[in-house]
């Protein structure tokens, strides 16, 4: 009786492209030998499952069968997450996501199960004996891939010749390395490349090379050209940034550094390799890595039988009582509790409560209102009383870990390595590092077991200074467009310069900061993050060049505190006149970046042609005082919302850019009219004309007009206020932040890896 065997797709079919030949033709032929293969190119063909491998995957989704499940090999296809995320939809309808590129994972983890899968080998060595010892440097690869290598050489000249296997332009056999920019000072031999020229080198180098590039697509490369070096005995170096490199440090293996000439050409490093080699060849074999792909298959198909059983009447255990081995690591990957609860880890560095300022505050809410939803939080601090950080009185609105530190004890590794110890007892499922500055590659490190978020409270680790990009000027404030990522050394002169507060000079001298060691951590820190949270699009722009994954997440609000509709017997503070537009600054005055002097010349003209407003200051009477001018005193963040409501407009004429701006949004919740400064987080807050308006920053004579403006149609205040209300309601609400972003995010988290 001849078996019935399933039917595969696979496709579409590009013959001659590496990524086709590997995954597509030879895996296809291996799996012939269980399944019935059937290739295809522009269009899925009626199967028992599909294939697709990274080319067409849209266009392709949309000839899908109804009910076919399909595997997606996206491989390196993908130039930004932002692409991945556009074909969200047709991802969620796979049944499965093979990445080639395990630093890939979390990025597919929210649309459908990911398993990592190694390439097998095909371009190594025939045997695995001990390659020449002054034999020439490899590097094979794609045309498009050589600039990151080219550069690196003509600054670091190797001590041995380099040969160069790639795709020449029209099959040329060679070509100058001048003419692909290489210094005469180099010795490149570069050839087009062949299969068997491939094989043939590998047995005539002595070592290997490879340097990453640092865009997306570089970034998240297959290990395979890596792997196929190390398989023919080569020992191999590359930029320890690569995620090559990481990958390989996973299984045991360290690759050597570009700049470490000694262990690279070591006798060491060659033993090493060999042993490591010998392991490559064994279980990266076709055969291997066939058998991991049918077993794949394999469950999918079980999965969809057993579907079908139950549609018909018949009972199968849940999905949820078992756990599921995923393949490439032997890592179990356990399904959440049966509540449905998550563990999550919120890591601060500068806390304390009472709040010193909106961080703290932002913190301590993220904690109530997360364990409010559901997850099982828990909040872990440092504490170091000579910077007077960690300083929590009893009473506290939440409960938090603090990790005291003596000043014998306050040094970086050793505050990681009490971090990493605590937060690894508790074995959250993802960690969030809030309030911090330079500071937090350093949290990062400590928690890199588990997927982690850098919640960015303004612009830390862009601007070492002050975290804002400001440098102070003769006579104003001057922006600064530098950054540590791009310009590191720019910004330790800077820092030489312009020393700014003590506890911010502490922390970097703490932090290492304009080290080499540091800025490698930084670069690093911020590409394995989960993602990068900030308060608004414009500070999102600034870090995308340098992280894979940035979001606007905004503070959320405790609504709460701003009862609606208002309460309709309250008493007005006396110091508020009834009788007058009352104009509320909640802040503080000698800021320079607070901007009140804007604020108070601008009140000055208008009072030169009407006196029927006032302007309420929430601080201490300075020496100079104007007639319009009530000064009330410092305000609790429980007692402030009593102000704002019986106020009619907020005034917020910042003259910095900032993250978002809590007084905005809070006098906007208390249905409050709001013209503030176009600049930061508040043209992202305030919508002009709608919810108030807008302003030139620092321009004296364009507050005078606008506020002339709002005292001239008093009714256009209350517009204001209730489109202002709404607007809160809708997007600065901590029941809307949560479900619409962390739940998001907390979904597409990878496994930890140490639970």
């Known amino acids: 009786m001849t078996e019935l065997r399933s039917h595969i797709g696979i496709g579409p079919v590009y013959s001659g492209i590496g990524s086709w030949d590997w995954i597509g033709n030879e895996m296809g032929e291996e799996l012939s030998k269980n399944f019935e293969i059937e290739f295809f190119t522009d269009f899925l063909p009626q199967c028992d499952l599909a294939i697709i491998v990274k080319y067409d995957f849209p266009q392709l989704m949309e000839t899908r069968p109804a009910d076919i499940p399909i595997i997606y090999c996206p491989v390196d296809c993908y130039g930004s997450v932002r692409d991945i995320d556009q074909d969200g939809k047709r991802l969620f309808q796979c049944q499965q996501i093979i990445t080639h590129s395990e630093s890939l994972r979390k990025y597919f983890n929210a649309y459908a199960p990911v398993e990592y899968l190694d390439h097998h080998l095909r371009f190594i060595s025939r045997s695995l004996d001990t390659k020449p010892e ?7 690869g794609i045309f498009s891939n050589l600039s990151p290598l080219i550069e690196w050489v003509n600054q670091n000249p190797l001590p041995r010749d380099l040969w160069i296997l790639t795709n020449l332009d029209q099959e040329s056999i060679t070509v100058s390395p001048a003419k692909l920019g290489f210094s005469r000072a180099s010795t490149v031999r570069i050839e087009n490349w062949t299969p068997e020229k491939h094989i043939k080198w590998a047995e005539l180098a002595s070592s290997a090379i490879d340097i990453k590039g640092t865009d997306f697509r570089a970034r998240h490369k297959p290990p395979t050209k890596a792997i196929e070096c190390l398989a023919s005995g080569l020992p191999l170096a590359m930029n320890s940034d690569s995620s ?16 470490d000439h000694e262990y690279w050409f070591s006798d060491e490093y060659r033993e090493r390799t060999l042993e490591f080699g010998a392991e490559l060849r064994e279980s990266l074999s076709r055969k291997n890595i066939s058998k991991r792909f049918k077993t794949i298959i394999d469950r999918i198909l079980t999965g969809v039988s057993a579907r079908q059983t139950v549609s018909q009447g018949f009972s199968v255990p849940s999905v949820n009582s078992v756990a599921t081995l995923t393949e490439s690591n032997g890592s179990i990957s356990q399904p959440l509790d049966s509540d449905g609860n998550q563990k999550i880890a919120i890591v601060s560095f500068l806390y304390n409560w009472p709040s010193t300022g909106g961080g703290n505050i932002h913190t301590t809410e993220l904690v109530q209102f997360l364990e409010q939803f559901g997850y099982e939080v828990q909040h872990f601090c440092v504490r170091h009383d000579p910077w007077q950080i960690g300083q929590i009185e009893s009473g506290a609105p939440i409960q938090s870990q603090i990790l005291n530190f003596s000043p014998e ?21 993802c960690v969030l590092i809030t309030d911090s500055w330079n500071f937090k590659p350093h949290l990062a490190d400590a928690v890199n077991e588990f997927p982690y978020f850098l919640r960015m409270q303004a612009l830390e680790c862009l601007c070492p200074l002050n975290n804002l990009q400001i440098l102070p000027g003769p006579q104003s ?12 050394e720019t910004c330790f002169n800077c820092l030489v310069k312009n020393r700014s507060g003590q506890l911010h000079q502490l922390e970097r001298q703490l932090s290492g900061v304009g080290s ?19 308060l608004n699009p414009s500070i999102a722009s600034q870090y995308e060049s340098f992280c894979d994954r940035v979001e606007v997440v905004t503070w959320g609000m405790d609504d709460s505190r701003f009862p609606w509709p208002l309460p309709a017997y309250e008493q007005c503070p006396s110091e508020i006149s ?35 407003f006032e302007l309420i200051v929430t601080s201490d009477p300075p020496q100079e005082q104007h007639e319009f001018v009530k000064y009330v005193g410092w305000k609790s963040q429980a007692e402030l919302p009593h102000w704002y409501r019986h106020s009619d407009v907020c005034a917020v004429p910042t003259v910095v850019p900032d993250g978002l701006s809590r007084t905005s949004v809070e006098a906007m919740a208390s249905g409050l009219a709001v013209i503030a400064s176009n600049l930061g987080g508040l043209p992202f807050s305030v919508s002009d004309q709608k919810t108030g308006l807008l302003c030139q920053p620092g ?8 506020l002339n403006q709002l005292l001239d149609h008093p009714e256009q205040l209350y517009a204001y206020g209730e489109n202002g209300r709404r607007q809160f309601e809708e997007r600065f609400r901590w029941k809307g932040v949560i479900q619409r972003d962390y739940q998001r995010l907390f979904n597409k988290t990878r496994q930890p890896l140490f639970k």
């Not at 404030?477 to 990522?485: K, L, M, S």
């Not at 321009?699 to 606008?706: A, E, P, V, Y």
Request: charged share 25%.
């Open 699 to 706: 321009g004296i004579r364009d507050w005078t007009s606008k």
């Open 578 to 612: 009834k009788s007058k537009v009352s104009i509320i600054f909640a802040g503080l005055i000698h800021e320079p970046i607070k901007g009140f002097p804007v604020l108070l010349a601008a009140c000055e003209q208008l009072w030169k042609t009407r006196q029927d």
């Open 516 to 534: 080499t060691e540091y800025n490698e951590l930084l670069q690093q820190s911020f590409q394995n993050a989960e993602a990068v949270l900030v």
């Open 134 to 140: 002054e034999g020439p440097i490899l590097w094979t």
């Open 244 to 259: 090559s490199v990481r990958h390989l440090a996973k299984q045991g293996f360290r690759v050597a550094s570009v700049d």
């Open 477 to 488: 404030i001057i922006t600064c467009e530098n950054n540590q990522f791009i310009n590191p």
């Open 409 to 429: 004890e306050w040094k970086a590794n050793t505050i990681r390595d009490r971090i990493r110890m605590a937060v690894r007892e508790w074995g959250p499922d």
